[in-house]
Nanobody, 126 residues
Framework: QVQLVESGGGLVQAGDSLRLSCAASGRAFSNYDMAWFRQAPGKEREFVAAINRSGGRALYADAMKGRFIISRDNAKNTGYLQINNLTPEDTGVYCC???????????????????WGQGTQVTVSS
């Protein structure tokens, strides 16, 4: 079993930046690919980005390219999502998720991830 705890969200102004963290415990974080999803009020969960278990390859949703940076530090069992130039449309709950790594494939489908955190709220005011 893996436990995930996100942090770093909050109330910010448009144009600000945030770095979200995803702290993992329970099993070797470095064995898992990691992804970030977000869910805005009244909308479905949306894929943001994924990174493979070594951190050497990342995948971004087309709409997220340029302002979002996913990364990880396996020595700290922690993953990150840097969000720059925030807009009100970025408001939502951001969750990290893990799936067993090594397949060479980074899916964007939530159901293919096995472990989820509770999420951290990001609210962007205009």
């Amino acid at each position: 079993q893996v436990q995930l705890v996100e942090s770093g969200g909050g109330l910010v102004q448009a144009g600000d930046s945030l770095r979200l963290s995803c702290a993992a415990s329970g099993r070797a974080f470095s064995n898992y690919d990691m992804a970030w999803f977000r869910q805005a009020p009244g909308k479905e969960r949306e894929f943001v980005a994924a990174i493979n278990r070594s951190g050497g390859r990342a995948l971004y949703a087309d709409a997220m390219k340029g302002r979002f940076i996913i990364s990880r530090d396996n020595a700290k069992n922690t993953g990150y999502l840097q969000i720059n130039n925030l807009t009100p449309e970025d408001t939502g709950v951001y969750c990290c998720a893990l799936r067993w790594g090594g397949s060479g494939w980074l899916p964007a489908t939530p159901s293919l991830y096995d472990y989820w955190g509770q999420g951290t709220q990001v609210t962007v005011s205009s």
